[in-house]
């Protein structure tokens, strides 16, 4: 979590507030078992004798007994399989947010009691820190390779939410390649570089249309053209 954490830090969650994800064992009872089960095997193993043949069968048995629930097809066993070898079933996660004192603002152990706004913020927080560990090693203040690429990119989303996510992901240092439609553009266009519009006709001929973008006013200079089809976008909408 150390790396993750890093990664949350160089990325503002709030005004002068940096989001921090604490881990804590739930110390259940059937992983309690299964992990003494297991001691009990490999520690046999290391300190058994040639003539030790009791605590060889008593391992054997106790091995059988393991193989046989783990591979086992019932709905009981399989909810166990997964609560004893899926370390996210063994672990709670809590998300607290602090300032620049290291004070915490808020916590969040779960959606309850939050806005919905307040859920997707912290949803795509922790995916772009998650991204970012998987991504990026431990050398880089970036990942490595930093493409992220979004089919249907905030087709259901306010212009609010889809602000707060590009700044997110821009923070994280990723480059985002997005099909997305023309109402978002309005949304998108700070956080872009460039963008071309795909059209196809009778679901027959399709076609680019390479539209150019002013850096410096950031917004896209777009073509009459477009400019219709996304007004007719946003009429239908």
């Known amino acids: 979590m150390e790396i993750v954490n890093d990664s949350l830090s160089k990325s503002a969650f709030g005004p002068n507030t940096w989001l921090r994800i604490d881990t804590k064992e739930r110390n259940l009872e059937d992983v309690k078992l299964f992990r003494s089960i297991v001691r009990d095997i490999q520690d046999g193993a290391l300190n058994e004798t040639a003539s030790d043949s009791t605590s060889a069968e008593e391992r054997f048995l106790k091995v059988r007994d393991l193989v046989t629930r783990l591979s086992s097809a019932t709905e009981a066993d399989g909810r166990w399989r997964d609560q004893v070898l899926d370390v996210r079933q063994q672990m709670e996660f809590i998300a607290r947010e602090i300032n620049g004192d290291g004070a915490t603002v808020e916590v969040y152990q779960s959606g309850s ?47 609010e939410f889809t602000r707060k996510v590009m700044e997110i992901f821009n923070g994280f240092g990723f480059q985002m390649i997005m099909a997305t439609p023309m109402k978002a553009i309005m949304s998108l266009e700070p956080y872009i570089g460039g963008a071309c519009y795909i059209g196809i006709t009778d679901r027959t001929t399709s076609g680019t249309l390479s539209i150019d973008y002013d850096a410096s006013s950031r917004h896209l200079a777009l073509p009459r053209v477009v400019s219709k089809l996304m007004a007719e976008e946003n009429d239908e909408a």
């Open 113 to 159: 009691g939050k806005s919905g706004g307040q859920r997707q913020k912290l949803a795509t927080t922790c995916l772009a820190a998650a991204l970012r560990y998987q991504l990026g090693g431990r050398t880089s203040d970036y990942p490595r390779f930093a493409m992220i690429v979004m089919d249907e990119a905030f087709d259901k989303a306010d212009s």
